[in-house]
């Protein structure tokens, strides 16, 4: 099946901003790995099998095009994360002191702990996402847990 | 509330810019032409190294050929519209499963002044035979010339970069490619990663 670029860019987008956001911390490469992302879909002539397949291949597609963009050799002057995260308005400074954390975290727990709390997938669906083991994510969500644990003290709950 | 629910308040602060369809189908056409600009530019460059003094054909404005043409490995007749007066054009042709595709493009080269000049029928014809780089969903990375199918998704290095020499009879290409970055290529010497892109 294939679905409307317009209807994935209403559903998804500000998800997919939110991946790339939490893989390269800037608001410009971000959007670039968001177009891109949607650029080859719009191009790709692969057939998806339902909705949640096309959900799936965008976010490993935007993950890998982060990956990438962090890892140019050039980076293009921009805002820095502080002065970006000053524009963003969140509910109560848990929030906004929750969100720094997670930018904190190193790059290979931040992804997992996004897919899991942000986009409710479950380890067996990280995994197969990201091309990992089941037992690699689970280790990667426990550390990063503990370290959000350790920063963020009774705000974080022991959920494991 | 949750861990979950305090993480999806925290992250529910990023929206990205509004991105419509046309813009990423205008993207789509302009990354089209700016490949061809890029192939252009990579041409002039050989000619004014080599100092072949190569003689390019007169302007003579539209020009219709009917071409044989690789796409992915697979030989096929396309037909090809010219217009030299400005270096672009549309080629049309029939895909593996018997529809019809459109596409165009054009560009400008550079003489060995550093005059602008359209491309000529030649150098089009060059681009449109030119190696290609194609990443499939199965994530495996393939290079095309002519008849030529090459896998290089295990190929790159820890720089995300991979080298490819294409022999064809007495021609030789060297390539690199960036991972989903670009490529470039030259019948000389491996371009530099950092000179594209």
């Known amino acids: 099946m294939r679905q409307p670029v317009q209807e994935l860019i209403e559903r998804y987008q500000n998800n997919l901003y939110a991946i790339a956001f939490n893989i390269c911390k800037n608001q410009a490469d971000a959007e670039d790995v968001v177009q891109d992302t ?28 982060a990956k990438n963009t962090t890892l140019a050799f050039w980076r293009r002057n921009r805002r820095s994360l502080e002065d970006y995260i000053e524009t963003l308005t969140f509910e109560n400074p848990e929030s906004e002191n929750l969100f720094e954390e997670v930018l904190k975290l190193p790059e290979k727990y931040r992804i997992v ?27 990667r969500l426990s550390r990063g847990r503990s370290l959000l644990k350790t920063a963020l003290r009774e705000e974080w709950e022991n959920d494991e | 509330m949750t861990n979950k629910e305090k993480y999806k308040q925290a992250f529910s602060v ?51 050929r009917t071409i044989q043409l690789w796409m992915h490995g697979d030989q096929t007749s396309a037909t090809l519209d010219l217009n030299t007066d400005d270096g672009s054009y549309s080629l049309e042709y029939k895909d593996t499963d018997g529809n019809t595709v459109t596409q165009g493009g ?77 490529y470039s290529t030259s019948p000389d010497k491996y371009p530099d990663p950092r000179s594209f892109n």
């Open chain 1, 38 to 65: 949607l650029i080859q879909y719009y191009t790709t002539s692969k057939d998806f099998e339902d909705e949640q397949h096309i959900r799936a291949w965008l976010i490993r597609i935007v993950i890998n095009k």
């Open chain 1, 113 to 139: 702990i996004h897919l899991f709390y942000y986009e409710d997938y479950s380890v067996r669906e990280i995994a197969d996402i990201l091309k990992l083991s089941e037992s690699n994510v689970k280790t």
């Open chain 2, 14 to 64: 990023l929206h990205t810019s509004d991105i419509s369809e046309g813009e990423v189908k205008y993207m789509v056409k302009l990354r089209k032409q700016q490949k061809m600009k890029l192939a252009a530019a990579a041409i002039a460059v050989c000619v004014i190294v080599g100092g072949t003094g190569t003689a390019y054909a007169a302007n003579v404005g539209g020009i219709q």
């Open chain 2, 106 to 182: 054009g560009g400008v080269a550079f003489d060995a002044d550093g005059n602008e000049r359209p491309l000529t029928e030649d150098e089009i014809m060059e681009e449109l035979n030119a190696p290609d780089v194609e990443y499939l969903d199965d994530d495996s990375v393939w290079v095309y010339y002519k008849n030529q199918k090459i896998e290089i998704t295990d190929k790159f290095d820890k720089d995300n970069v991979c080298y490819v020499k294409i022999e064809n009879g007495d021609e030789t290409i060297y390539m690199t490619v960036k991972y989903q970055n670009g």
